[in-house]
């Protein structure tokens, strides 16, 4: 449903686009055969702006396609609630560090022609309702397929489907032969999601009146719950690989989904996209190759102390100059910074950290000071997300002297580039077991920030206390235990009082070797050249 391409193209929301955006890029860079496709979503997710108070205002992108994408031949037709919508294809290609090229289509139904309300689908992402979101997967799912025939491909080996989105693909692949082996032989679906209610389902009777003779009625009984379309059970039931995004979320999916065979394969991020320019540099000046291999950044593990940290203070400056130009809250670059930007909302727990202001500014007094900058939009409707901004809002007012905070807007690719590696700790606090993979700490630790992170999706396989990082809380394990705010408050400022802080005021060394264990380790495993390979191997060529 979204791809993050580059800042500029407003057609991604967050975690899961960005990790479309980075899986394309590998691709490029392996030489993998592929073509994506996603909707071109003009008007965006949408500007975040936040007032006095803290209320999040929002906008439409304003976005003109032409100047970052072309416009191709192969428009094509699909029935929505009985009419006829046209579709075209826009175009961006994405070059690998080999010159190999990978194309991103996008659709669009701004056309002459369609109505009104088919010309709106394909501006909002994630917004409107129940048939607008119905008609977007029709778009991507069906429209994707029939634009991909229109274009020439007509001998694509796979399907890989990225959530339940763009299942519908599956109904098109069935109706071809009415047999589900034809379709499974070709499907590959992920899910990214540990919770039912997170996985999108549509009332049946929309879904008719939407698809008309598009739905099988024999696969129906397979794919429906309660009376509801289930995308996801649509993605499982007709795919022959399935996998979740990191082990722990593999285990959950598998609860989630009885009688599936689920895989797992750990979602990356890719290494030149989300490293700094100064870590960049000194990639290149001690790891010859890393461009193309980003496995060899183990070898991270033999540059000077000193290099690392003069790379980390050029990416801390840039960020602490960005943050003093847009806000008020006069940061220096000699003071701990921690950082923390993703999607507002409430598992994410994003007030965790100032939830106990007395207590944060004990330890600013007794350790030294804090700093803290956050970044995230909440969605549209997410009411309690609204009121986590206001929350932290409330607490920069508050705390002002002894903990600086500063909330950056309108969190998006090159903002996120800047916060992860200008900080000098990452913090992640999902309520176990929602966070099913986050791929923000895995671009801290390219950029030798270590993170301190309650212990769910990636970081359950990539912390190792004092050695890459450190946890919040204990290992949880699914159903029997959740998370419990109160003791992930209390070892989240005990660690931050006892070990972090008086090891990066007094113990410079062992920060820095912390930091570069954060590259050695981490960056070079959590990367998608290694996850694109793995899904080439167990998925694609099963
Ligand atoms: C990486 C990234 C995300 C995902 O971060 P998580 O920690 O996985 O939530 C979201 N938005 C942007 C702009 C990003 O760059």
């Given at each position: 449903m979204?791809?993050g391409?580059?800042p500029e193209?407003?057609?991604y ?11 394309i890029?590998?691709?490029?860079d392996?030489?993998v055969?592929?073509?994506a ?9 949408f500007?975040?702006?936040i ?8 906008t ?6 032409t ?21 075209r ?8 560090a080999t ?11 701004n056309i002459?022609?369609?109505g009104?309300?088919?010309?709106s689908l ?10 607008y ?7 991507l799912?069906v ?8 274009l020439g ?5 796979r ?10 693909l ?10 589900n082996?034809f379709v499974r032989?070709?499907?590959?679906f992920t899910?990214?999601?540990p ?10 009777g ?12 024999e ?7 309660e ?6 059970k649509?993605?499982?039931f ?6 979740g995004?990191?082990?722990s979320?593999?285990e959950i ?7 599936y ?13 989300w ?5 960049k540099?000194?990639f290149?000046?001690?790891?010859p190759?890393?461009?193309?291999d980003?496995s060899l ?6 540059i ?7 790379a980390?203070?050029?990416a ?17 670059e000699e ?12 598992y ?6 100032i939830?106990d ?8 007094k007794?350790q030294?000071p804090i ?8 969605h549209p409707?997410?009411i ?20 600086k905070?500063a ?5 998006d ?8 590696a200008?900080?000098d ?9 929602l966070e099913a993979s986050g791929t ?9 920030v ?16 004092d050695?890459?990082g450190?946890s919040?809380g204990?290992?949880?394990i699914v159903?029997?235990?959740s998370s ?7 070892d ?12 990066f ?7 820095i ?7 050695a ?9 290694r ?12």
């Open positions: 979204e791809i391409i580059i193209i407003p057609s929301a967050g975690g899961l686009g960005i990790l479309a955006g980075d899986t890029r590998s691709c490029a392996l030489k055969p592929m073509v496709i996603t909707l071109l979503s003009d008007g965006g997710y500007n975040q702006k007032d006095e108070e803290g209320n999040q205002i929002e439409l992108v304003e976005f003109s396609p100047s970052f994408l072309r416009l191709i031949d192969g428009e094509i037709k699909v029935s929505i609630r009985n009419k006829e919508v046209k579709v294809p826009w175009c961006y290609v994405v070059k690998g010159g190999f090229e990978v194309p991103i289509i996008l659709l669009d139904t002459d022609g369609n009104d309300w088919e010309r394909t501006r909002c992402l994630y917004g409107g309702d129940e048939r979101r119905f008609a977007q997967e029709i778009l799912g429209g994707g397929y029939r634009i991909l025939r229109g491909f007509t001998g694509i080996f399907f890989h489907m990225n959530e339940g989105h763009a299942a519908l599956t109904l098109e692949l069935f109706n071809k032969t009415r047999n082996e032989q070709q499907c590959v899910t990214h999601t919770v039912s209610a997170g996985h999108d389902q549509f009332d049946l929309l879904v008719r009146s939407m698809l008309g003779n598009l739905l099988p009625e696969i129906v009984p397979h794919v429906s719950f009376n509801k379309l289930n995308m996801t649509l993605g499982l007709f795919s022959r690989f399935i996998n995004v990191a082990k979320h593999s999916s598998r609860e989630l989904f009885p009688g065979s689920i895989d797992s394969i750990t979602n990356g991020v890719h290494h030149r996209t490293s700094s320019e100064p870590f540099r000194l290149d000046r001690h790891i190759g890393w461009r193309l980003a950044l183990r070898a991270a593990v033999g000077p102390e000193e290099e690392i940290w003069e980390h203070m050029a801390k400056r840039s960020l602490i100059d960005l943050v003093n130009m847009n806000s008020n809250s006069d940061m220096c003071a701990f910074v921690i950082g923390f930007a993703r999607r507002q909302t409430g994410k727990r994003p007030d965790l950290l939830s202001p007395e207590r944060l500014m004990s330890i600013a007794g030294g700093q803290i900058v956050y970044a995230g939009k909440a409707r997410d309690q997300g609204k009121e986590i901004i206001r929350h932290i809002i409330s607490a920069k007012k508050s705390l002002r002297d002894d903990v905070i909330f950056l807007e309108n969190y690719m090159e903002l996120a580039l800047s916060l992860v200008g900080t700790l990452w913090l992640n606090t999902p309520r176990f077991p923000s700490g895995m671009k801290a630790a390219l950029n030798a270590p993170q301190l992170s309650t212990l769910d999706g990636w970081w359950v396989e990539g912390h190792l206390e050695i890459t450190w919040i204990p290992k949880r159903h029997t235990n419990d705010d109160g003791e992930d408050m209390e989240m400022y005990h660690k931050l009082e006892h070990k972090i802080l008086p090891m005021y007094a113990d410079r060394q062992k920060w070797q912390i930091m570069r264990n954060c590259i380790i981490n960056a070079s495993f959590f990367h998608t050249q996850m694109v390979e793995q899904y080439v191997v167990h998925a694609y060529f099963l």
